[in-house]
């Protein structure tokens, strides 16, 4: 006994102390959840060998963080070491013909595009941002406006080399390592650290997608214009008025997309270059969109967003049936040309998306948009999109629709959109919905266990056990959920 006290405080004085000089302040992109993390930016596979090591002799755990664009504290550690990954950003390996990619996990999904689409590919899942990285797009198994169509990002994955703790790297693919492969795709970067990606992308035959906008005046009407167009759209999103109430609640603009078939663009080669891709940075060609916020600043509290959100409607409405050409670019990732995230002030936003199986969508969605307005923290921003089940782990996806909702977060508020989200928790666990830890920062560690159910529960911390005895990959994320080993 005394020993084994020697030898840990022999131990404890040999460790060596984090430098000062790497503390640097690490956020959520939602900018309501901040701290301190000691940055090391590897750009090497050898390099994040040599950290891992480091860290576990000196009894250290590392927060893998790619592009930073999760909005709670899945890519931050306290007061401990984060890996900061956008540094490895190499392509590695690209075939033109059969649309298969090698990637470094600091690639980000604006650098992929970027560069296949002149050979007629696109990225199978795009999410609301192009800012983020593969490996963290994996690590979350992100999805897009045609999630009930083409899956989440791991679907199109086709294998992956992970980095475990003690340094070996496994590759993993469906057939090999098929329990890594399964349980690392969506699993918030506590298994290992993604070093290479390999991705399936998506042939398309025009730079364009046609659009088709067009308004809906209740939730019932949105949701049942989803399932009649699951069978002939390629995106299905819905902007949804969260102020509306009564006989309005729910009401929407809707967007739906459609692929290009061979021979529908007269010049592919032209809307397939990346100039027709590029976003102006000005709108209407002299104001700047990176300015937008200033203008939207004033409006961001409960009373402004009422009168925008039925702005928007209206707006939306004198284009209602509205058919459009729009590049790829335009209609997946307008929002990154904006100071999006601004308007909503020092306190930031946190973001709320709940999962509903179909069949309990409308009365829960209901519920949940009521409740919110009851307590008076509408969400000032709110996406419906169409999910289906994906063989992950952890995993988000069923048969359903989610809501994505922006809160504003103030000093004042806090408190309160807290114990909000513990009653929408309730209301979610009672329609069998799910939750979603890229946008997560407010479940408890019995929510979690509950969505995702004990035995998978088990199942991942059993697996995380063996791949990771001495639990060194760890984040505020993981701490809040699965408790401090
Ligand atoms: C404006 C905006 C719009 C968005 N729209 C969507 C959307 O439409 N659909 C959607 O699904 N999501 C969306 N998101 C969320 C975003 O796609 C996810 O949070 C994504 O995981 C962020 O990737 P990242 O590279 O920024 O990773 P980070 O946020 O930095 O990290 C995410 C997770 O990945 C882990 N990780 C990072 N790199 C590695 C690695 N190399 N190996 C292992 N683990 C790693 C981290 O530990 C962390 O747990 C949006 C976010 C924003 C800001």
């Known amino acids: 006994m005394i020993e084994q006290d020697i030898q840990n405080e022999i131990e ?60 709670g504290d899945a890519a931050m550690n306290d007061e401990r070491i984060v890996l900061d990954l956008t540094r490895m950003n190499r392509i590695l390996e690209w ?41 963290g797009g994996a690590a979350m198994n992100v999805h897009g406006k045609n999630a009930w169509k083409l899956g989440t990002f791991g679907d199109h994955i086709y294998e992956f ?46 730079g364009l997608v046609a659009v088709e906008a067009l308004t809906k005046p209740n939730l019932g009407s949105t949701m049942q214009w989803f399932e009649d167009h699951l069978h002939n759209s390629d995106y299905l999103v819905g902007w949804l008025d969260a102020f509306s109430k009564g006989k309005r609640l729910g009401r929407s603009e809707l967007h739906r997309g459609i692929y290009l078939k061979p021979g529908e663009d007269p010049n592919p080669a032209q809307t397939l ?20 916020w200033r203008f939207q600043r004033p409006f961001w509290n409960n009373f402004g967003m009422r009168f925008v959100n039925i702005g928007k409607f209206y707006a939306a409405r004198l284009k209602d049936g509205a058919t459009y050409r729009e ?22 936003l946190i973001q709320y998306q709940p999962f509903i199986p179909a069949e309990n969508a409308e009365a829960t969605f209901s519920q949940i948009l009521q409740l919110c307005q009851q307590r008076g923290l509408p969400n000032f921003l709110t996406v419906m999109k169409r999910h289906r089940p994906d063989p992950f782990w952890l995993t988000h996806g069923l048969d359903g629709y989610s809501l994505a909702m922006d809160f504003r977060i103030t000093n004042h508020n806090r408190a309160r959109m807290v114990s909000l989200a513990r009653e929408l928790d309730e209301i979610v666990l009672g329609a069998n919905g799910r939750f979603y830890l890229a946008k997560d920062s407010t479940l408890r560690p019995a929510v979690a266990r509950a969505y995702l159910g004990e035995e998978t529960v088990s199942k991942f911390i059993a697996l995380k056990q063996k791949v990771d005895p001495q639990n060194l990959l760890q984040t505020n994320m993981y701490r809040r959920l699965f408790g401090s080993p």
């Open 12 to 71: 404890i004085q040999t460790i060596e102390p984090l430098p000062a000089e790497r503390l640097e302040s690490v956020a959520g992109w939602g900018g309501a959840h901040s701290g301190m993390g000691y940055v090391y930016r590897p750009s090497t596979v050898a390099q994040l060998r040599e950290l891992f090591q480091w860290a576990a002799a000196n009894h250290r755990t590392i927060g893998l963080r790619g592009g930073g664009n999760s909005y």
């Open 95 to 135: 075939d033109p013909e059969n649309g298969r990619i090698k990637l470094q996990p600091g690639v980000t999904l604006k650098r992929v595009w970027e560069y296949v689409i002149e050979d007629g590919w696109w990225v199978p899942v795009a999410t609301g941002t192009a800012k983020i990285t593969v490996g």
């Open 161 to 206: 080399d992970l980095m475990l703790p003690n340094g070996d790297i496994k590759t993993c693919s469906r057939k090999q390592n098929s329990d890594l492969f399964h349980a690392a795709i969506g699993g918030f970067g506590m298994l290992g650290c993604f070093t290479s990606l390999t991705l399936h992308l998506k042939r398309v035959y025009s």
């Open 273 to 292: 270059r990346l100039e027709t891709q590029k976003i102006s940075p000005d709108i209407m060609g002299f104001f700047p969109r990176s300015a937008l």
């Open 327 to 348: 590049p790829h670019a335009h209609f997946h990732f307008l929002l990154d040309s904006l100071d999006w995230k601004k308007p909503f002030g020092p306190g930031g």
